[in-house]
């Protein structure tokens, strides 16, 4: 995407009873000395502890030394520079813009059919690969059947079944031979 990377590196698990903590932070020190967090998340029997009761440490102990990591650290992220947000911001616009053109559209369509004798109503089409099922079964109100159904843009073919019969949508002029002889509705959703 053409950006710089922009990151922090946080010492976590550190053990200060140990030398080679402290040998270990002096190389991590050397190497990355400008992006390095302040703070750093000390071993903490309590972080464990709060994991395996399947919540977080703020629940678990507010006051162990895991959660006073953990605060100092959030307190340490939320007081950085605006400036150094920018670039983050930047990459969430850019991600936005890739996810409009790559994710398909959704949209609602309503299906409807005037058939106030029927007693059961069913859309049908290469949406839902021509199912008749409860998916599939419109609902009725004062003789008129509709579903609504979220389509990705593309072109259609459906039909209506109405008490067992297949028919197509006389409300809609667009249609097509199928091979089976018969007429398909057709629906372009863009």
Known sequence: MNHNVSFRVLVANFDSRLQHSFRM?????SEFKDNLFDNMIHVNVK??????AGTHIFNYDKYC???????????????????SLQPLVRLEK???EVLKKELPKICEVVFSISAPSAKEVYIAGDFNAWRI????????DNGVWRKQLNLNKGKYHYRFVIDGVWIEDNNNPSKETNPYGSVD??????
Do not use: C, H, P, W
């Open 25 to 29: 932070l002096d190389k991590i020190k």
């Open 47 to 52: 972080l464990k502890e709060a994991q395996n």
């Open 65 to 83: 030394r895991g959660a006073k990591d953990y605060f100092s650290l959030g307190r340490e992220i939320i007081t950085q520079e605006k400036n």
């Open 94 to 96: 850019m991600m936005e």
């Open 133 to 140: 099922d409860k998916e599939s079964r419109m609902e009725q």
């Open 185 to 190: 509705s057709l629906l372009e959703v863009i």
